[in-house]
Structures are given as C-alpha cells and as structure tokens.
C-alpha cells in the first residue's frame, strides 16, 4: 500500500511539473499564433496543436437554414424542389464557375492574336564629381525616360491556331459537364423526393396495422373475458402488438432520413423542416412503347457527358497538333519607342535636354537539340488523345448498358406495382375472411396474426414496388438524357 501511494505522488508531481513547463512555454512565446474567427488559416499552420479543438470557424460557416425552407408549412412539389436545387446545390456553382474559368481560358488564347503594347518609365539622378588642376567640376543630373514597347507573333507554324482549338474544345466539354450536373443535380432530387414520399406512405402504413393490431388486442380482451380465448391468446395478441409498435418508430425515423437526404441534395441543411406533395400519379408508361434500340439513339443524341467525352477527345487531338506546332520556330517582331528628359545644373552644349530612341528587332529561335523534349510531347499528346477516345467508347457502352438496364428495370417495376395492388386486394380479403371466422370461433389467434402479418407486408410491398416505380422512371429519363417531372401534388 506504502508501495502504491509513493507512485502516486511520484506521478502527481511529474503532472504537475509538465503543466508547469508547458505554461512558461507559452510565456515565453508571446507571438504565438491562436486560431480565432476571422484569423488567415494559412496563420493557424504555425500551431497546429494549441490545446484548442479542430473544425470550421464560425465566420466561414454559411450552411443554415434560410427562407423559404424555414416555414414547416409549406407543401413542397416536386417542380418547386428541382428549381431550387438548381439555384442552391453547391456542384452546380462549382461546375458553372469552373465553365467560367475556362472561358476565360479561351480568351487568353484568343489574345495571343493581338499585339502586346506596354508602357513603362525609368526615373532617376546622377551625381558626377570630376577634379581639375584648377578646380572641381561637379554635375548633378536628374533623367526620365518614358518607353513604349510592342511585341506581335507573325508566325508561329500553327501553335496559335492549336492552342485555341484546345481552348475552345476544354470549354465546349466542361458547358456540357455543366449540363450533366443538372441533370445529376435533378435526378437526386427526384429521387430523394420519391423515397421521402415512399417512406411517407409507409409511415401511414405502420399508423394503419398498429390500429389494427390494438382492435385485435382489445377484441381478445373482450373474448377472454367472456371465456373464449385463452391467457395464450392475449399474451400473442400483446406481442404482436408491441411488434407493430417497434415497425412505427422504426418508420419514423426512415421518413427523419429520406427528409435529410433529400435536403441535402436541394443544398440545403439536413435540419430544415421540410414538407412535401405527395405525387399526384403513377409515372406514364409511354417509354415502355418504345423499342430499346430507339432509346439508346435518343441517348447518344441528348446526352451531355457523352458530349463532353467528345469534345474531351477533341481538345486531346488539339494539344496533339500544338505539341507538333511547337517543334517550329516562332517568327516575332519587338519595337520600341523611348524618349529621355534630363536636367542638369549646367547648360546642355547645344541646348538639347532630351534624347529620342526608337528600335525594332525581328527575330526567331529553333532549338536543333533538346534532348527529345519536344518528340516526348508530342507522343505524351497522342497517348492522351487515344486514352481520351477509349474513354470517349467506353462511355458509349455504359450509356447502352444504362438504358437497357433503366429500361428492363423500369417495366419490371410497373409490373410488379399492379402484382403487388392484386397482393393487396388478397390479403386484405383473407384478413376480413380471418377476422370473421376468428369471432365466430372457427379460427384460432394464430391465424388472425399471420393474417394481419400478411397484410402488413402486403402493403409494404406496394408501397416499396410503388417507390421504385418512380425512382425507375426517373432513371430511364436520365439515362437517355431527358428530365421527366411527374405528377406534383394529392396522392
């Protein structure tokens, strides 16, 4: 025990020294950086470890719930949702900001067609002491010098020409990676919109059996009472009950869940109360009229990132030729025009007190040996064109793969809505016929609880085939490049 407490105090008096050195320390380091709100985190690099905790400083914190989504009232459709998606999702910001830069991109190319003219002055004095037999001669002059500079490319063998093309293909590719994030952008948003609908509905469906369950419960109070059903009985009926209790909570918080995820992909915070319509109708089946083969030239036609692999390939072949451009000589031309003031404390001996200075130079350079630089960008330029067309093909064939994959997946699922609508119809059938018999005392409680179970799932099984009917629809126009918006409101 003497052995234990002597550890014990060594350890304290270790802590304590550390805590007391870790404080002179910080003494003796008054300029150490602290990470406070608003400070340049480039600073916060210099203490990484400060005995403050990690994370985004409240300055720079703009996720919030703003208006319109802070009203828990309002019935959200799915037209308004998709608008405001567009408008708030941060991938489509960062796309057209990226389609920005490479516009401007483009226009540094285009520049390099003009004449570079600049301005520029040097400015300074001059202290000149000169002894004589008979004297100092001192001088002291002070000079401005205003330039003018001009630089044009008359011939460059094509890299302009080139260097553009690339430019303008980059440009071309990322517009239509714009358009693809729109299109993702929408397609999250109606999906989400439909699982939170599909959760909505199951939701009501769990509110449904645990009433039921309850009827079924109190009814088996009523017959042990007047001694027709049996301690068994009701201990059943009680789990079944708390069962269909567990499915509710459990329903609730899928529907707490698909309202997130559909938050997130409008851009806005998970925490927003958000509220939406229900659709007002199944999705129209007129695609499933169409032949598969239709739909995939309907693809290829509309799909922006087959468009943007395109001209992805087109930019590679660009850089292609302006890696074979660059193995040339540049033929340039530079001018100038220069003009110098000087004044000076002795007169000047003809009177002239500034200087005129004009030039122009026309020159070339062709490196005879770079140690194969140029050939290497030039193979580099060609790998990258091929691997771009490979890329290019290989999006052909997932395009393929996605409409005949939306499309089995989309008639399957309006089938298996009008199986599961017949599923319903029975089931609800058999547990009336159950219930029936079961007061009547031909059925025993376990019939009257597979029953009920049955109908349950029954109604989850439209409810789900009901979801994916929509989902798959949405799918199917995405994969041919279309938006298909169904119903918005009632159910």
Same mark, same amino acid.
């Given at each position: ?32 950086? @602290? ?6 985190? *480039? ?7 400060? #005995? ?21 009232? &309002?019935?959200?459709?799915? /037209?308004?949702?998709?608008? !405001?998606?567009?408008? @708030? ?21 285009? =520049? %390099? ?13 001059? &202290?000149?002491?000169?002894?004589? =037999? ?64 599909? =959760? ?12 039921? +369950? ?16 049996? =301690? ?16 509710? !909570? ?7 869940? +698909? ?13 927003? /109360? ?32 087959? +468009? ?45 007190? &500034? ?30 064109? +091929? ?5 290019? %093909? ?45 007061? *009547? #005392? ?47 409101? #009632?159910?």
């Amino acid at each position: 025990m003497a052995l234990l407490c002597g550890k014990i105090l060594r350890l304290a008096a270790l802590t304590l020294a550390l805590a007391a050195g870790s404080a002179r320390a910080e003494e003796a380091s008054p300029s150490a950086v @602290r990470v406070e709100d608003g400070v340049n985190p *480039s600073a916060a690099l210099t203490v990484p470890f400060d #005995g403050r905790p990690g994370g985004l400083p409240a300055s720079a914190r703009e996720v919030k719930v703003s208006a319109p989504f802070d009203d828990a009232g &309002h019935q959200w459709t799915l /037209p308004e949702l998709v608008d !405001e998606a567009l408008k @708030r999702n941060p991938s489509t910001a960062a796309a057209w900001q990226q389609a920005n830069a490479l516009a401007a991109q483009l226009g540094v190319r285009q =520049a %390099l067609d003009y004449p570079t003219v600049s301005v520029g002055a040097q400015a300074g004095g001059l &202290h000149t002491t000169q002894p004589t =037999a008979a004297s100092r001669n001192t001088v002291n002059q002070l000079y401005l010098g205003p330039t003018v500079q001009m630089q044009y490319l008359l011939l460059d063998f094509g890299s302009r020409k080139a260097a553009q093309e690339q430019a303008r293909f980059n440009l071309l590719s990322q517009n239509f990676s714009f358009n693809q994030a729109l299109q993702e952008v929408t397609l999250a948003v109606m999906n989400g919109y439909y699982n939170l609908d599909g =959760a909505k509905v199951n939701l009501e469906n769990a509110e449904v059996a645990l009433k039921l +369950a309850e009827a079924v419960f109190q009814q088996t109070e009523v017959k042990m009472r007047a001694g027709l059903a049996t =301690a068994t009985d009701l201990a059943q009926a009680r789990q079944n009950l708390e069962r269909f209790r567990y499915n509710l !909570e459990g329903a609730r918080g899928a529907v707490s869940t +698909a309202r997130v995820t559909l938050a997130t992909s409008l851009g806005v915070p998970g925490n927003a /109360p958000l509220n939406i319509a229900a659709p007002s109708s199944a999705p129209a089946l007129t695609m499933l009229a169409e032949r598969v083969d239709t739909l995939i030239d309907l693809a290829f036609r509309q799909r922006p990132d087959l +468009a943007a692999k395109y001209n992805a390939w087109r930019a590679q072949l660009a850089a292609v030729d302006l890696a074979e451009a660059n193995r040339w000589p540049a033929l340039t031309v530079n001018a100038g025009l220069q003009r110098s003031y000087y004044a000076t404390d002795q007169a000047a001996p003809n009177g002239v007190d &500034h200087q005129d200075n004009a030039s122009a130079v026309l020159s070339f350079s062709l490196d005879i040996f770079d140690g194969g630089s140029k050939d290497y960008q030039v193979k580099s330029a060609r790998a990258l064109a +091929a691997a771009a067309r490979a890329e290019l %093909l290989g999006g052909q064939l997932g395009v393929v793969a996605e409409v005949v994959t939306g499309y089995v997946t989309f008639k399957t699922a309006a089938q298996q809505v009008d199986a599961a609508r017949a599923l319903l119809v029975a089931s609800q059938s058999n547990f009336d016929s159950v219930n029936i018999s079961y007061r *009547s #005392g031909l059925k025993n409680m376990i019939d009257v609880l597979a029953a009920q179970n049955d109908l349950a799932a029954a109604r989850a099984t439209l409810a789900a085939a009901r979801t994916s009917l929509f989902n798959a629809s949405a799918s199917l126009a995405n994969a041919t490049g279309s938006l298909m918006v169904s119903g918005t409101t #009632g159910r």
